[in-house]
Antibody, heavy 119, light 107 residues
Framework: EVQLVESGGGLVQPGGSLRLSCVAS????????MGWVRQAPGKGLQWVSG????????YYTDSVKGRFTISRDNPKNTLYLQMNSLRAEDTAVYYC????????????WGQGTLVTVSS | DIQLTQSPSFLSASVGDRVTITCRAS??????LAWYQQKLGKAPKLLIY???TLQGGVPSRFSGSGSGTEFTLTISSLQPEDFATYYC?????????FGGGTKVEIK
């Protein structure tokens, strides 16, 4: 059974850093494009970052470029999101998600982890 | 970046109603569009992908259509468990963007 379990969220001051983890089971992260999606309180979904298979090309939404880094650890079967220079507007629930076989959709999602950026 | 515009943003309907939600893309995205349902406090759930393919386990009252720049999600007969927020997402190119969402509430 496919499962994605996020962790690493919490309260951080503006300018601080956090690393989110997404431990996968039931599939291999290296063989599947994956991504992070966030949802600010009371707002809609916002795609944040994605990583492809193979060489692992990475992509970001403009507002996080240069501050966030997506990566994966294949032996640990884990996806990460390193978040630096955090801002109040980064406050959100962060979800990891995997592409379905054949692509073009996120078929499994984690339960989400809350990141709160506040002084 | 590709912008997705959903309409309406809010919809009030009754059980048994036929409901249609539209998603318009700022440029052609072939059929690379997915639809999700999200209930309060939960992760999104995939309903439809490549515009019209029903995800396994999703009731057949949900259907999707469209290609290019205009897409629709239809619920043929709204059930109590369908009251939720619905989002479209494009997978044509990065950054993968979402529509603003359509909240379906009970009339």
């Amino acid at each position: 059974e496919v499962q994605l379990v996020e962790s690493g969220g919490g309260l951080v001051q503006p300018g601080g850093s956090l690393r989110l983890s997404c431990v996968a089971s039931g599939f291999t992260v290296s063989t599947c494009p994956m991504g992070w999606v966030r949802q600010a309180p009371g707002k809609g979904l916002q795609w944040v970052s994605g990583i492809t298979t193979g060489g692992g090309d990475t992509y970001y939404t403009d507002s996080v470029k240069g501050r966030f880094t997506i990566s994966r650890d294949n032996p640990k079967n884990t996806l990460y999101l390193q978040m630096n220079s955090l801002r109040a507007e980064d406050t959100a629930v962060y979800y990891c998600a995997k592409w379905g076989l054949g692509g073009h959709r996120y078929d499994y999602w984690g339960q989400g982890t809350l990141v709160t950026v506040s002084s | 970046d590709i912008q997705l515009t959903q309409s309406p943003s809010f919809l009030s309907a009754s059980v048994g109603d036929r409901v249609t939600i539209t998603c318009r893309a700022s440029q052609a995205i072939s059929s690379y569009l997915a639809w999700y349902q999200q209930k309060l406090g939960k992760a999104p759930k995939l309903l439809i992908y490549v515009a019209s393919t029903l995800q396994g386990g999703v009731p057949s009252r949900f259907s999707g259509s469209g290609s290019g720049t205009e897409f629709t999600l239809t619920i043929s007969s709204l059930q109590p468990e369908d009251f939720a927020t619905y989002y479209c997402q494009q997978f044509f190119n990065y950054p993968l963007t979402f529509g603003g969402g359509t909240k379906v509430e009970i009339k």
